[in-house]
């Protein structure tokens, strides 16, 4: 297997070696028999309209594997008798094509700056791995991405099985260079979380804040992680709000749930803040009793408690705040459920967090809050720790105060578990009120 290269075509400050790369390899491949091929093709490049395509994201297996994210790659291992061989299969220099779209990497590169033992051009997948194919004793395979070798799998009569599994499990704990990484990429969404609340003013648009907040992802070398949520008033209880075309009032709320990728590492944040910079007292009391809930959440991400450990603590500071502020009149015990799935769920509908990665919602665990019982917290997971309530006028199926109507209320982190206890990454990003107050409104959206 490829035993060291150069790393030219990575120019982050932050970066996963070469080595690193060769160490995923090794892990996984030895739970591969030797008698198989791996083949792990990256995302198909997908059409926007007409002649323009969505911007490519690399499939994250590849990522997580090698590193490559041009589109048309496909990593691949064989084992020779004597050890594992890695190919990378890619874009071929192409002159009067990177005219129009850009510099390839290319085969000689790919060979020589990546950590695979050789390169190959994509277009001569065929002729390459059919014999392959056709003398393995299995093929361990992502389905659905490429049709071109879904039918040369196809025809080889090999036994197929999905290599996602043993790479889910490596995945789940992250490596020291993973976490660097990923502090870098909660570093650049806590301080686009910061630009926004400067920028913010009564009858500001959802939009001009989603601009404030994606245009220092730009600025910093990254992209979103997902789809920002910018939600201002009702539209904060909507959970998933992706509109964000509408003006926020003077008064109301504003729930922005944005980060970006590093490497293709996310970062997930959500802040609630008052759009004038003043908290009604109303306000005040759901965002503190959400603040409070969070907080019980990550002190509850320690080593070796279970998966649901963080959704618990958060419950039951939820249902008991709930109770008190005279929202559900019943015991706590009704408010919780037999299995928290009692009435407190009505206004907190999601779960608590959920592992983060090279996907938002990380491979290797359940949800926060769902049926699976998912892995003991250790060292070197990154969890989300998000809480929140949501009191939607317009919902039938719940009955609240007139003086909570309308508020809907979230708060995210990205959390570390280590022996010591949950680390923050997202720490930089202010979430007390007293912080909230002084920054909305402050200046248009400069660095602090």
Request: net charge negative.
């Amino acid at each position: 297997m490829f035993e060291g290269g150069g790393d030219k075509h990575r120019d982050s400050s932050s970066m996963i070696t070469n080595e690193e790369y060769c160490h995923r390899q090794s892990a996984f491949l030895a739970d591969i028999p030797l008698d198989n091929v791996v083949l792990i093709p990256t995302n198909p490049v997908m059409v926007r309209s007409r002649d323009t395509n969505f911007p490519f994201r690399a499939n994250s297996y590849i990522l997580y594997l090698c590193g490559w994210n041009e589109p048309e790659g496909l990593w691949m291992a064989h084992h020779n008798g004597t050890k594992w061989i890695t190919s990378l299969f890619v874009q071929p220099r192409d002159e009067k094509k990177e005219i129009w779209e850009g510099r390839r990497i290319g085969v000689e590169q790919a060979s020589t700056q990546f950590p695979v033992d050789e390169a190959y051009s994509i277009d001569d997948l065929d002729e390459v791995i059919k014999s392959l194919l056709s003398d393995s004793k299995g093929i361990n395979y992502i389905q659905g991405l490429n049709s071109n070798l879904d039918e040369l799998v196809k025809q080889s009569g090999s036994k197929y099985s999905d290599p996602r599994p043993v790479l889910d499990s490596l995945r789940i704990l992250k490596s020291p260079q993973e976490i660097e990484v990923m502090k870098k990429s909660a570093e650049i969404a806590s301080q686009a979380h910061i630009n926004s609340m400067k920028a913010g003013h009564p009858n500001v648009g959802e939009w001009e804040l989603q601009s404030v907040i994606e245009s220092h992802f730009v600025n910093c070398k990254s992209t979103w992680a997902y789809p920002s949520i910018v939600g201002g008033g009702e539209n904060a209880t909507i959970l998933h709000y992706k509109s964000n075309n509408e003006v926020i009032n003077d008064g109301e709320l504003v729930l922005i749930d944005a980060g970006c990728e590093v490497l293709g590492y996310a970062s997930d944040i959500t802040r609630t803040w008052p759009v004038n910079g003043t908290f009604s007292q109303p306000q005040r009391e759901i965002y503190e009793l959400v603040l409070k809930a969070q907080l019980a959440a990550i002190e509850a991400c320690k080593v070796n408690n279970h998966w649901k450990s963080m959704h618990e603590a958060a419950s039951i500071v939820i249902a008991q705040g709930l109770i008190d502020l005279g929202i559900l009149q019943c015991s706590l015990k009704d408010a919780l459920g037999d299995n928290f799935d009692g009435q407190y769920r009505k206004f907190f509908m999601h779960g608590t967090g959920h592992l983060l990665g090279l996907d938002v919602h990380d491979v290797g665990g359940g949800r926060q809050g769902d049926d699976s019982p998912g892995p003991l917290l250790q060292p070197g997971m990154v969890v989300t720790v998000e809480p929140g309530l949501y009191f939607a006028s317009w919902r039938s199926d719940i009955d609240v105060p007139d003086r909570y109507a309308g508020i809907g209320i979230r708060i995210e982190d990205d959390i570390l578990i280590t022996d010591d206890g949950p680390v923050n990454l997202s720490e930089n990003c202010p979430k007390s009120i007293e912080m909230i107050e002084a920054l909305v409104g402050s200046g248009g959206g400069n660095h602090v």
